[in-house]
């Protein structure tokens, strides 16, 4: 190894990198991403996507400029057998300023637009036309609009093209609320109340969840915002409102297991001591409100789909399916949580 | 060897014979307070954690090869992707510089050892110790699984009522202690052993950076430490400095955590940043091109790296003014680093390139620090931050720095001063399949965790849902840890298979411009028969060392002492005592003052 005998970076190497290199680029920028920032579906989202897309090339010249720069002095100026020894330079003034002052220049094409946009999102909202409360719990989202009367779980229904002005807290640790298609990210910390606000423009479901580590299942504390047309979140607002009937005598219409399933969650279940049915006399706090829970498309915070075996499984193995969560293994038996699931369908 | 020339005093024991030989035996090394010997210790313990954290990431990887995987439960994941982040930071990056600037410091500067050669071993105990007892948390109740920035509110009692979170204050007090005054060495060494002539202007660029670190760490671990306390004090005593209810905010804790936490990237990439100013002039076969301006850029990015920490708190809803202000400063950072990128290509330019496995991991480090920079910069933007943080476009941005940075960095050292150390090369074909394995391994690892992370793939997640798109970029990143690993198993068996070569390296193998390079490989235990006058900055290719005096030189070198040993395991035995009583304490208590009664008595020479 001191025989002299330079070892060059073999060009077909590089070859097979920058294959590799496009290959998956161009993976990464087809396909479906729904929880994607870079499907931006509201003014801020736009706005700050715009602003990503202008440092991005920004960075790519600087990335080709400067690898650029380094693989030809690589190439160029490997030691050659008989060459004479390097002309000790020591410096260039002249050169180090001007590499001094050219990122300095392009930090000012990146810093004035980020200012902007900074100053324009990060201010109160210019309009709030939908207020709800979000807070945070270990790990599943409540969503309260006290305007509207709603109080529900883990899907939050906005109108398209009204700005939603939204005020987080938590009940227990640091959270972070993030849709990346509607808006960055912003934290829910105790003691405080932290706003934001977004205007959706385009109807659909997009899911999102919790960015700040909040303990052992941070992973599963999902949620999914379902931005309607005015009619149907008038719709939503008015069936979300309403309160389930109040002890109503069984008619003889009703399906057998929703009325059993009805007894246990009143009964031996114990399901009324963390969890509220609005009219009932469920009134439980500590875990969602399900007064309409039938109408979820999913339950466990976005984990599980809602259908009769999903909540099966939640009902009677919560710490298989959520880790360390502060529901109750009550010990039903697959026929009694089958009941028990099939009244909370019920509730639409 | 020129050794009878010099004589070296030492009482019967000492470990530098006046033969120029050391003493063999275990009990040798753990009294050892030679520069270079505690310096070898730390690079095996650095390099036995750097294996634990990499066995770490390796399961983590694993564990989101697919969606809804179920290989490690959720509790087992929190605490391995937390202490894979303790590990690699603190256990293993940190202490392998810290290897280097023991090693190879005093030897670059001119001196026979660091200012304070028992505080040395002292440092290394408190290290060694302090990863000992937080990695014992895995077999004594559960690890942290907090992360390794452990915010509060999660941190309670109430939120974490296991021991985890106090192996981890505990075990980080130690560690943190012993790098504060390993920190105050390398000061005190670097100010006042430097050989005459050896001018601040004249330091090689690695003892330049060593030095800055220096002071990043004495000014960056105390509000840890500080913060750590309060932390201690509201689990176990029961104030409220982190509870809201009480008046207590959670995120006092955030800002002092990343006033530590921002610097300490720096502290873990300067040194890598010295190195490869060392190394890519030698193997350039050229001066390092705009010498001040690499230092003072080292010196700025210091400097400025105080006054960053709330991007990290982007998302913590700030305000636009505090938000606006941290964005700017943090974008001014990138002027002096893309100042150090541009000189180390210039020092290559026009130079003569020999791509020895050093260089090669030299080179891996600017290419892939420039991908880790431009995405820094694309997160400097505070908005477009609040998209990016906290997902995997966060986690490839500062794998892209520490691993394509300070990782190539030390590896390039381990390259470079390899052959001073042992008086062996490590092999040079073994080295360039390891550094192709690394290089393509990281980036197969780290380049698709930036697309993962823009489409909406959060971070500390044990397991992530098939549908949203993420699975692709997760499978190649597994795919490309498998090879980033086995490119590690490479240099185990490159390192295992050298040491068995013959020491043939000879003083200068790479014909490089640094004192260390002037004395024999391994050097001696003295290290120099005469101290070196300098009388230029690359000495050893402008016969830049004067001839040395007519006659003797009379020096003395230390004796070896357990008593840092002694004192180091009272503080052990304290921390220990937290989780396990107060008499414990008291014991350790009792320990440590004997140890420093000894300590301070002990006859030096």
Redo the contacts between chains.
């Keep these: 190894?001191?025989d002299g005998r330079?070892?060059?970076?073999g060009h077909r190497?590089i070859l097979v990198?920058a294959t590799?290199?496009i290959a998956?680029v161009a993976?990464?920028c087809g396909?479906?991403?729904?929880?994607?920032?870079?499907r931006p579906q509201s003014d801020v989202a736009r706005?700050?996507d715009t602003?990503?897309r202008g440092?991005?090339w920004w960075?790519m010249g600087?990335?080709v400029v400067?690898?650029g720069?380094?693989i030809v002095?690589?190439i160029r100026?490997?030691?050659?057998p008989g060459?004479d020894?390097?002309?000790?330079?020591?410096?260039?003034t002249a050169?180090?300023i001007g590499?001094?002052l050219?990122?300095?220049i392009i930090?000012i094409f990146?810093?004035v637009p980020?200012?902007i946009?900074?100053?324009r999102?990060?201010?109160p909202p210019p309009s709030s036309d939908v207020r709800v409360e979000v807070i945070g719990h270990?790990w599943w989202w409540e969503f309260n609009y006290p305007d509207l009367g709603v109080r529900t779980a883990n899907e939050l229904h906005l109108p398209v093209g009204r700005t939603a002005d939204l005020r987080l807290k938590t009940a227990?640790?640091?959270h972070?609320f993030?849709f990346?298609q509607v808006?960055?990210?912003?934290?829910l910390?105790?003691?405080?109340e932290?706003?934001l606000w977004f205007t959706p423009d385009s109807v659909g479901m997009y899911?999102g969840?919790?960015?700040?580590?909040?303990?052992?299942?941070?992973?599963?504390m999902?949620m999914r915002l379902f931005v309607d047309t005015p009619e149907e979140f008038d719709r939503w607002v008015a069936r979300e409102a309403s309160q389930q009937e109040a002890g109503a005598e069984p008619r003889p219409s009703d399906d057998p297991s929703v009325l059993a399933g009805r007894e246990i969650f009143f009964g031996a279940g114990g399901c009324i001591s963390c969890h509220a049915i609005r009219g009932t006399t469920a009134a439980g706090i500590l875990g969602p409100d399900l007064t309409h829970v039938g109408s979820r498309s999913t339950i466990a915070a976005g984990?599980l789909d809602n259908t009769p075996d999903k909540l099966v499984i939640w009902i009677n193995e919560p710490h298989e399916v959520k880790?360390?969560n502060l529901m109750l293994d009550m010990g039903l038996s697959d026929e009694q949580a089958r009941q028990v699931a099939a009244y909370l369908l019920s509730l639409e | 060897m020129a050794t009878a020339e010099a004589r070296v005093h030492g009482s019967p024991g000492a470990e530098a014979k006046s033969g120029g030989t050391y003493a063999g035996g275990i009990w040798s090394w753990i009294t050892t307070v030679d520069h270079k010997r505690i310096g070898i210790l730390y690079f095996v313990s650095s390099l036995a954690f750097f294996l634990i954290g990499g066995i770490e990431a390796m399961l983590i990887r694993l564990q989101l090869a697919g969606p809804e995987n179920t290989l490690l439960s959720a509790q087992a994941y929190n605490q391995i992707f937390t202490m894979h982040g303790v590990t690699m930071l603190l256990f293993a990056v940190m202490p392998m510089s810290a290897a280097f600037f023991n090693f190879i410091v005093p030897l670059q500067i001119g001196a026979r050892d660091v200012a304070f050669p028992r505080l040395n071993a002292f440092s290394y105990w408190l290290f060694l110790f302090g990863a000992l007892f937080l990695n014992s948390s895995f077999f004594l109740g559960g690890a942290p699984d907090v992360g390794w920035f452990a915010y509060a509110n999660l941190t309670s009692s109430q939120f974490s009522p296991g021991h985890g979170v106090d192996f981890y204050i505990l075990g980080l007090a130690l560690a943190g202690a012993g790098s504060i005054v390993a920190a105050l060495n390398f000061i005190v060494t670097i100010i006042n052993l430097r050989a005459p002539g050896m001018t601040f202007m004249r330091l090689p660029l690695f003892t330049w950076m060593t030095f800055v670190v220096s002071f990043l760490i004495i000014l960056a671990f105390p509000p840890f430490t500080i913060s750590t306390v309060f932390l201690l004090f509201d689990r176990m005593f029961g104030t409220l400095f982190f509870e809201p209810a009480g008046g207590g905010d959670p995120r006092l804790w955030q800002h002092l955590f990343w006033i530590f936490g921002h610097p300490e990237v720096y502290i873990l990439i300067l040194p890598a940043f010295g190195i490869i100013s060392d190394v890519i002039p030698t193997f350039s076969r050229k001066p390092l091109f705009g010498y001040p301006v690499v230092v003072y850029s080292g010196v700025l990015i210091a400097f400025l790296g105080f006054g960053v920490w709330a991007h990290h708190m982007f998302s913590v809803g700030l305000g636009p003014v505090a938000n606006s202000a941290f964005s700017g400063l943090t974008m001014l950072i990138a002027i002096p680093t893309g100042v150090k990128i541009f000189n180390w290509i210039a020092t290559m330019w026009g130079g003569s390139l020999r791509f020895r496995t050093a260089m090669l991991f030299s080179i891996g480090l600017v290419a892939m620090f420039v991908i880790g920079g431009l995405s820094g910069v694309m997160h400097s933007s505070a908005p477009a931050d609040l998209q990016q943080t906290d997902t995997y476009f966060v986690v490839a941005h500062f794998h892209y720095v520490l691993f394509g940075g300070s990782i190539l960095g030390l590896f390039a050292g381990v390259y470079y001063w390899f052959p001073k150390v042992t008086g062996r090369f490590l092999n040079e074909r073994l080295g360039a399949v390891h550094f192709w394995g690394m290089f393509l391994g990281l980036n197969l690892t780290f380049f698709p965790m930036h697309f993962a992370g823009l489409h909406g793939q959060p971070r500390r997640t044990f397991t992530y849902p098939a549908g949203l798109g993420f699975e692709g970029f997760n499978l190649v990143s597994t795919i490309g840890a498998v090879i980033t690993f086995l490119a590690v198993l490479v240099f185990l068996v490159n390192l295992v298979r050298s040491l068995r070569t013959a020491a043939t390296a000879g003083a200068n193998p790479w014909e490089a411009s640094t004192l260390e390079w002037s004395i024999g490989s391994p050097p001696p235990p003295h290290n120099f028969d005469h101290t070196p006058g300098v009388t230029s900055r690359d000495p050893l290719w402008h016969d830049g060392i004067a001839p040395p005096p007519p006659g003797e030189e009379e020096f003395h070198m230390p004796n070896p002492s357990f008593w840092p040993l002694v004192v180091a395991g009272g503080l052990l035995l304290i921390m220990a005592g937290a989780l396990v009583g107060l008499p414990l304490v008291l014991f350790g208590v009792a320990v440590t003052l004997v140890g420093i009664y000894g300590w301070s008595f002990e006859p030096i020479h």
């Design positions: 190894m001191t330079p070892r060059y970076p190497r990198f590799l290199a998956l993976a990464a396909g479906d991403f729904p929880q994607s920032s870079l706005e700050i602003l990503f440092i991005f960075a600087v990335l400067v690898e720069a380094l002095a690589i100026f490997r030691e050659r060459a020894k390097p002309k000790p330079v020591h410096g260039n050169l180090e590499w001094t050219a990122p300095a930090l990146i810093g980020t200012m946009t900074l100053w999102i990060d201010r270990q227990d640790v640091i972070s993030w990346p808006s960055g990210k912003r934290d910390v105790p003691g405080t932290n706003q899911p969840q919790c960015a700040e580590f909040c303990g052992t299942s941070h992973a599963l999902g984990t880790p360390g």
